[in-house]
Every structure is written in structure tokens, then in C-alpha cells.
């Protein structure tokens, strides 16, 4: 079993920890007004956030709740900056005790890793699962409504396998129980949210990987994947999984989860994998396609500029080029003739 984190209270509370937790919160909101308005006294919130988390006084106010509809809708609840400040605070120093404790084919959230090593090691496996069995079977899962279904007393047990520290563990406590969801759920848009989430689903993995032995398993927060030598293998495996989620994690799996030839490629982490190639996904050059085609006239109508459009251009490319979609990508960038 890893080592768990010792005596890091002194550490998280520390002034100058508060104070580099302040400059992540800072980028690329810098001009954001809730920012802008605390900025000018800094030094006396901090030095009061410090005070209230020595004195285990501390508790944090209600998120900011919006819903966002880019790719598929979701409930958004954004925490106060005040409490943006002690989640970065906690992570700082907690971040790699974590990591400890993750397999390395889990890909969310960790430096180094995320969809693009997700992509890599999802078709390294494809190919070496083809070599070892010819003609494998995939097996592609993920949890229904994840986030909102963590259970809090059950996620609240499992911190102290990463720390034994009773002031953090006291610090995780409430936020996870006051965080505006009542035994179950985290606030998407939290910090901490990300890393308990991914904490949560480490149980899976140790299951998946230590006591059932599989080898070819990725998982990307609650998607994941595994390819096995048959589809009556794949089905065996995904009853056990089942009863894992359900019994120990107190979780249901999404009804969409399916078993079938890997010559059908696996859709997963944003884009298409076969043992050959990869494709981006279909409702993602779609949605890029209609959105180019918009921005000529959007842009001589003086309703978006060149750096909006820039953002975009920069953004679809960076996901185009870890992919096989060059000819795609030419035709979609080809629509944006910028005339006023």
C-alpha cells in the first residue's frame, strides 16, 4: 500500500501556500469582476482564511449554480474565489499523494497524462489485445450521472488511505458535506471535485486490475474501456464490474454500456480508435463545420472578432492533430473567408 501524506496542515495553511493558491485562481480570469473586486485587499483575505482553517472555523458559502450547453448540458456550480483559494491551497501539497495512490491507466486529472495519453494507450491496447487474440471483443462502460451519485460518507472513508492528517481529513469533511448536495453528489466545477471523483473510481480500477488481473483496462474519470478475448468473456467481466459499482461504490453503470468486435473501433476520449488509425468523432466535426460556416458572416456583421475566431481555429486544429482528420481539417478551415 502507498504512504500516506503526514503533518501537511502546517503546510496547506501556510501564507505563502495561500498566496500561490491565489495566482492559479488568478489564470486566465484575471479580469473577471468577483477577481478584479478581491484583488485590492488580497493580503487581509488570506490572512483571514488562514485564520479560520487553523481554527477549524471554516465552511464554504453556497457555489454559483449555471448551466452550460456546449457538447451536452450540464449543471455547473461554480464555489466563491475564497474557496477557489483553499481548494488550490489543499491540492498543492496533496496532489502527488493522490497520484500515488491511481493505477497508471487512469488518465484524468494528473499532470502528464489526460485524453490525448487516454487515446494513445486505448489503441496501444487495441493492438496488442489483436496480436495476443486475433479477433478481441471491447467492452466500453461508464457510470450513470456520475458526479451528482458519489456517495459522501462512502468517498469520506476512503481519504484516509491518501492522508492520515486529521486537520485535512477535518478540511475534506466539509467540502464535501457542505457543498450544497445532500449524502450524495459533487458540484462540477470544483477542484477538489475532479480529484475526489477520480478517487472515487480508484477502487474500480485496483478491482479491475489487482483482483480480477485484466490488463487491458483505460479509464477516463467514469468512461471506461477493456478488451478481452471474447464477447462471453466481456460479459462475464461486466457482471462482476456491475456488482462492484453497485455493492462498493454504491454506483449504477450507464444502461448505454456495450460489448462488441474491436473491428468496430472504440469511441472514447474524443475521438474513434481502431488498431490502425484514428478518427475524430462525427459530432464533433460537425459541430465545427456548422460553427466555421457561421463565422464569416457572424464576423462582417461585427458580432464576434479575430481573436474569437483565432480561439476556435486554434482549438479545432490542436484536436485535429492528434488524429488521422488533415483532409478534414483542411475542408472545414477552407469555409472561413474572412471579407468584411
Not at 474500480?204 to 478481452?228: E, I, N, P, Q
Request: aromatic share 12%; glycine share 4%.
Amino acid at each position: 500500500m502507498p504512504k500516506r501524506a503526514k503533518h501537511l496542515w502546517p503546510q496547506i495553511t501556510a501564507f505563502e501556500n495561500l498566496l500561490e493558491a491565489w495566482r492559479k485562481v488568478q489564470l486566465g480570469k484575471r479580469y473577471r469582476p468577483a477577481i478584479v473586486r478581491l484583488r485590492a485587499s488580497i493580503e487581509d483575505t488570506l490572512f483571514d482564511l488562514r485564520e479560520r482553517l487553523v481554527a477549524h472555523t471554516w465552511t464554504p458559502a453556497p457555489c454559483r449554480r449555471f448551466r452550460v450547453m456546449e457538447v451536452k448540458p450540464r449543471t455547473i456550480d461554480a464555489p466563491a474565489v475564497q474557496d477557489c483559494i483553499v481548494h488550490h491551497a489543499a491540492m498543492n501539497l496533496l496532489e502527488p499523494w493522490f497520484e500515488r495512490r491511481f493505477i497508471p491507466d487512469s488518465f484524468a486529472c494528473q499532470k502528464g497524462k489526460g485524453t490525448h495519453a487516454a487515446s494513445l494507450r486505448t489503441r496501444e491496447f487495441m493492438r496488442a489485445a489483436s496480436a495476443q487474440w486475433g479477433r478481441p471483443y471491447v467492452l466500453k462502460a461508464d457510470i450513470s450521472n456520475y458526479f451528482a451519485n458519489i456517495h459522501h460518507t462512502r468517498l469520506l472513508s476512503m481519504l484516509p488511505r491518501v492522508t492520515s492528517d486529521k486537520d485535512v481529513l477535518w478540511l475534506f469533511e466539509r467540502i464535501v458535506r457542505h457543498n450544497g448536495y445532500e449524502e450524495r453528489g459533487l458540484p462540477l466545477g470544483c477542484l477538489t471535485s475532479q480529484w475526489l471523483a477520480n478517487l472515487y473510481l480508484d477502487a474500480l480500477d485496483h478491482f479491475v486490475k489487482d483482483d480480477m488481473g485484466l490488463k487491458y483496462y483505460v479509464r477516463y474519470m467514469d468512461d471506461f474501456v477493456l478488451v478481452g478475448p471474447s464477447k462471453a468473456w466481456c460479459w462475464t467481466v461486466l457482471d462482476n464490474i456491475r456488482a462492484f459499482v453497485e455493492d462498493s461504490l454504491l454506483l449504477r453503470l450507464n444502461p448505454k454500456t456495450g460489448i462488441w468486435p474491436i473491428s468496430r473501433g472504440i469511441d472514447f476520449v474524443g475521438y474513434r480508435h481502431w488498431t490502425d488509425h484514428t478518427l475524430p468523432r462525427k459530432r464533433t466535426v460537425k459541430r465545427a463545420r456548422k460553427a466555421f460556416r457561421r463565422f464569416p458572416g457572424l464576423y462582417r456583421a461585427g458580432e464576434i472578432d479575430l481573436d474569437y475566431i483565432r480561439s476556435r481555429v486554434v482549438s479545432f486544429t490542436g484536436y485535429m492533430q492528434h488524429c488521422d482528420g488533415h483532409t478534414t481539417l483542411e475542408h472545414i478551415l477552407a469555409q472561413l473567408v474572412l471579407k468584411k
